[in-house]
């Protein structure tokens, strides 16, 4: 399972639907998207630009613009780097009054071409730096996925480092999940609390809105 693979797909998709505005795309000559734009009825409201690796379907970047006055203007930029056609690093930016400027970044790392770990960083401008404050780490039996382990992070403004306050392990079975086992700190108290979960909807749900709020973080957002 190429975890990162899967989200080029999604990201892909998310850009070119994620709209309520009627949407106009436009494919290169090997079938690329390479601009989508975005129109509220006649009016040009937004638009999508991507650009790839050579004659590869490998992503290099998308730029993001919206209407500002009668200009678009670049508001949000993302960055694609792979190796040996895996998805290694995606930089995210974000465009403050004209600047670009650094928001986060997700990494990838792979063992026998299977996802390993995805690590996920904000960039602290006061710092100058990024800090993690996600991690996913991918364990197997074979090519099967037996567990997942997601950790969260918070940075700590006295030790200036990112602190461990939440751990979730997810345990699969002939590839669906089975349970949870969860420790999670009390930001009030500072004491762990230890669950168990069993509902595989749940699960489900939890993890789907980890993974969508570790993205949108890492995005700026």
Same mark, same amino acid.
């Given at each position: 399972?190429?975890?990162?693979? #899967?989200? #080029? ?6 850009? &070119? ?7 106009v795309?436009?494919?290169d ?13 006649n009016?040009? &409201?937004? $638009? ?13 970047a #998308? ?27 995606? !930089? ?8 670009k ?8 790392f792979?063992?026998s ?8 960083? $904000? ?8 800090? &993690? ?12 996925? $037996? ?5 969260e ?5 006295? $030790? ?17 999940? !089975? ?11 500072k ?26 973080? !890492?995005?700026?957002?």
């Amino acid at each position: 399972m190429n975890i990162s693979r #899967i989200y #080029i797909c999604i990201v892909m998709l998310f850009a &070119i639907s994620c709209s309520g505005a009627r949407e106009v795309q436009k494919r290169d000559n090997l079938g690329r998207v390479s601009a989508v734009s975005y129109y509220d009825g006649n009016a040009l &409201i937004r $638009t999508e630009e991507f650009s790839y690796y050579g004659n590869s379907h490998n992503p290099w970047a #998308i730029i993001y613009k919206k209407k500002k006055g009668l200009e678009l203007k670049p508001y949000r930029e993302e960055e694609y780097v792979f190796s040996n056609n895996n998805l290694e690093r995606i !930089s995210f930016f974000v465009y403050r009054g004209g600047e670009k400027e650094k928001a986060g970044m997700i990494r990838y790392f792979y063992k026998s071409e299977r996802t390993d770990r995805i690590e996920y960083y $904000t960039y602290r401008k006061e710092q100058q730096q990024f800090f &993690i404050f996600g991690l996913e780490q991918h364990f197997y039996n074979g090519d099967e996925m $037996t567990s997942r382990r997601i950790i969260e992070f918070e940075f700590n403004g006295q $030790t200036q480092k990112s602190m461990q306050i939440g751990q979730y392990v997810v345990y699969y079975e002939k590839g669906s999940i !089975s349970w949870m086992h969860s420790w999670i700190m009390n930001k009030k108290s500072k004491k762990i609390v230890e669950k168990k979960e069993f509902n595989s909807d749940l699960i489900s749900n939890k993890v789907a809105f980890i993974e969508d709020f570790y993205m949108q973080r !890492s995005r700026g957002k």
